[in-house]
T-cell receptor
């Protein structure tokens, strides 16, 4: 499985953009990058996923480098409710896709 | 669309007792997962079902954990006998089919919190 490397923690001011980096240098050509987050005492919540192109939805944007070895999740206007652990996951392939979680990045949004 | 339902939300048992967790996935989702999340760690996959068949149970401690998904819908995860190190959140999740396809993703329930004393 392709492994990911994320900072342990990050801080962001409320209203500013939060940029969460992720390194996945061993990713294979057919593996997706998924982002989930987990707010305290809740189950993980899907944010966004992508393969090669940049992606955007109502929650966030995902920027994947051309060589696909790293990506950045962007929360354009962070709020206090965005304080959570953010997981960057490379989807392991094969006949039974499954999400393998690391330790993630604790994002703290400060007022 | 209703989410993944789990019960009970919280459970406290003594070591060597047994416990069972129930999960009802999102309607129409063929794939069901059970994850274990120990405090301070990311979720770890225990078992994955495709309809009512097991796809992956490589990390399930089969001497004490068991899971079934009768009729390919609801699922039950059982621990017998429980150990102190089983204290964790047990997360159920589901997805329509195999992941990776456009628009397909995995949805998690709120989890069942187990404390073994």
């Amino acid at each position: 499985d392709a492994k990911t490397t994320q900072p342990t923690s990050m801080d962001c001011a409320e209203g500013r953009a939060a940029n969460l980096p992720c390194n996945h240098s061993t990713i294979s050509g057919n593996e997706y990058v998924y982002w989930y987050r987990q707010i305290h005492s809740q189950g993980p919540q899907y944010i966004i996923h992508g393969l090669k192109n940049n992606e955007t939805n109502e929650m966030a944007s995902l920027i994947i480098t051309e060589d696909r070895k790293s990506s950045t999740l962007i929360l354009p206007h962070a709020t206090l409710r965005d304080t959570a652990v953010y997981y960057c996951i490379v989807l392991s392939g094969g006949s039974n896709y499954k999400l393998t979680f690391g330790k993630g990045t604790l994002l703290t949004v400060n007022p | 669309e209703a989410g993944v339902a789990q019960s009970p939300r919280y459970k406290i048992i003594e070591k060597r007792q047994s416990v069972a967790f129930w999960c009802n996935p999102i309607s129409g989702h063929a794939t069901l997962y059970w994850y274990q999340q120990i405090l301070g760690q990311g979720p770890k996959l225990l078992i994955q079902f495709q309809n009512n068949g097991v796809v992956d149970d490589s990390q399930l401690p089969k001497d004490r954990f068991s899971a079934e998904r009768l009729k390919g819908v609801d699922s039950t995860l059982k621990i017998q006998p429980a150990k102190l190190e089983d204290s964790a959140v047990y997360l159920c999740a589901s997805s329509r089919w195999y992941l990776g396809s456009s628009g397909n993703t995995i949805y998690f329930g709120e989890g069942s919190w187990l404390t073994v004393v």
